[in-house]
């Protein structure tokens, strides 16, 4: 009973804590996704236009959560979680989307969000089943998953020029 009771305030800490949680659904890739803890669970919102996508993640089926240490960046532990999508619209909906939309940032709708996600997006619930994993002794590095998202782009071609003109200034 009190290994129970520790895992479970564990998992509860650690999830509050971290700012990103991996998460693995059946025969799905491990996403990272970021979360809110509220009630008990952590609550994801996503597989809509420009949110988070939810791969392999269906209400009532299990999902494994890790969840890094966030001083360290480092496994901190592994959980199982029973997946539940509330209705939009009902109450553990509503709260959860409260919830979400304070943590959601840079959202192009930040007024009409709550209707969008009830329209085109999933908020699932990841319950814990108070089961915890054994931490691998190997890294589990993968490749990074292929997206459409994208951050590097050429350099424009005066940026050398600019740059070394401001060092000639100096010397």
């Known amino acids: 009973m009190t290994s129970e009771l520790l895992d479970r305030a564990l998992i509860e800490e650690a999830t509050k804590k971290s700012g990103l949680i991996w998460v693995r659904g059946p025969g799905a890739p491990v996403r990272a996704l970021w979360h809110v803890w509220h009630d008990g669970a952590a609550c994801v919102i ?43 619209g009902s109450e ?13 940032l840079n959202a192009p709708d930040a007024e009409t969000m ?35 998202a994208t951050t590097r782009r050429p350099a424009p071609a005066a940026l050398p020029r600019l740059l070394l003109k401001g060092r000639r200034r100096r010397a």
Request: aromatic share 4%.
């Open 114 to 148: 709550p209707e969008r996600w009830a329209r085109e997006c999933r908020v699932l619930r990841l319950e814990p089943t108070g089961a915890t994993s054994p931490l691998p002794g190997g890294s589990l590095a993968e490749a990074p998953l292929p997206t459409p």
């Open 92 to 104: 553990a909906w509503t709260a959860a989307v409260a919830e979400l939309r304070g943590k959601r």
């Open 46 to 88: 996503g597989d809509g236009p420009g949110e988070q996508p939810l791969p392999g993640l269906t209400g009532g089926g299990p999902a494994e959560v890790t969840v890094r240490s966030k001083d360290k960046g480092g496994r901190l532990v592994t959980w199982s979680a029973t997946v539940v999508e509330p209705a939009p």
